[in-house]
């Protein structure tokens, strides 16, 4: 009798260790497929950013200086695909406010607000601005959900014997980095 108690004890125990382990196993690739979607939001805002400085040269040539600033924090933010959420996270802030400063310098030019290409890439990076947001809403919360379980007993056991690790969260540093930037025409 004895040894069927234990031999209980052993199959719930390993019963357990399995399914723990699955569940980081399904958290961790939640993760990692929220990443991917911040990934594919981010690399479309940068490449839509050339297209819309086309649009935007003829305009403003004399503000040199702004697009310069949107070239140099574009070029920071592709160096920095590979980084980690909390280097990219960084390199995209200054990306925004620098397309920030270039919206709030278009106010100035009424043909390039009337501009139907200006107007088309000012609504797509809009829409790419709000799908950052999403990507990085739900890649917030699989990363919350996996560093829980990595953290949490008993499950940190099995986590810390298969070296599951915690991940970062995408954060922006800058609060007003936050904010989308604010475009009225």
Do not use: C
């Amino acid at each position: 009798m004895f040894g069927w108690i234990i031999l209980g004890i052993v199959v719930v125990v390993i019963g357990y260790g399995i399914m723990a382990y699955n569940n980081l196993v399904r958290q961790r690739q939640l993760t990692q497929e929220g990443w991917s979607g911040i990934d594919v939001q981010l690399k479309r805002r940068t490449d839509l950013i050339p297209n819309l400085m086309e649009a935007v040269k003829g305009y403003m040539s004399h503000e040199r200086e702004t697009l310069e600033a949107v070239t140099q924090a574009r070029t920071a933010a592709q160096a920095a695909q590979n980084g980690t959420p909390e280097q990219r996270a960084q390199a995209e802030g200054i990306l925004s406010g620098a397309l920030g400063r270039l919206f709030a310098v278009a106010e100035a030019y009424p043909d390039l607000k009337a501009s139907q290409n200006f107007m088309q890439f000012q609504g797509e990076l809009s829409n790419t601005e709000n799908e950052i947001q999403l990507s990085r809403r739900y890649y917030n919360g699989t990363a919350r959900d996996l560093n829980t379980a990595v953290e949490s007993f008993p499950s940190n056991v099995i986590a810390n014997f298969f070296k599951f690790d915690k991940v970062q969260y995408f954060e922006m540093e800058n609060p007003a980095d936050r904010a989308v930037p604010q475009v009225k025409f």
